[in-house]
Nanobody, 120 residues
Framework: VQLQASGGGLVQAGGSLRLSCAVSGRMLSVNDVGWYRQAPGDQRELVATITRADTTNYADAVKGRFAISRDNAKNTVYLQMNSLKPEDTAVYFC???????????????WGQGTQVTVSS
C-alpha cells in the first residue's frame, strides 16, 4: 500500500491550496483517512480526518477554513485549504487506515508529505 500526497506549494496569505492523497496497492478498503502537519521544531499535529462514511473532524485552528473530502471510487482524499495563514506553513502528511486482507486487522500507512508555505 502506498500513499501519494500532492498539491503543496507556496501561496500568499489568504490564498488557497488543494491537497490530494491517493492510496494505491493491493487492499480491500480504505477506512479512516487523516491529514496531519508538522512545522519545523514542532510535533506532528492532526489537521482533519474523514471516515469512509464521510464523517469529518477538524482541529480548532482550521475549522471553517479547511474542508476534507474523499472519493472512494478513486481511493483519494482531498484537503481544500482556504484563507491560508502563515501559521499554516508546514509539511502536510496523509495517513490512511487500510484493510489489506480479510484475515488481518486494518493497518495505518503514511504518505511522504507535501510542503505548504504561506507567505505574509
Amino acid at each position: 500500500v502506498q500513499l501519494q500526497a500532492s498539491g503543496g506549494g507556496l501561496v500568499q496569505a489568504g490564498g488557497s491550496l488543494r491537497l490530494s492523497c491517493a492510496v494505491s496497492g493491493r487492499m480491500l478498503s480504505v477506512n479512516d483517512v487523516g491529514w496531519y502537519r508538522q512545522a519545523p521544531g514542532d510535533q506532528r499535529e492532526l489537521v482533519a480526518t474523514i471516515t469512509r462514511a464521510d464523517t469529518t473532524n477538524y482541529a480548532d485552528a482550521v475549522k471553517g477554513r479547511f474542508a476534507i473530502s474523499r472519493d472512494n471510487a478513486k481511493n483519494t482524499v482531498y484537503l481544500q485549504m482556504n484563507s491560508l495563514k502563515p501559521e499554516d506553513t508546514a509539511v502536510y502528511f496523509c495517513n490512511a487506515r487500510v484493510k489489506v486482507t480479510p484475515w488481518t486487522p486494518s493497518s495505518d500507512f503514511w504518505g511522504q508529505g507535501t510542503q505548504v508555505t504561506v507567505s505574509s
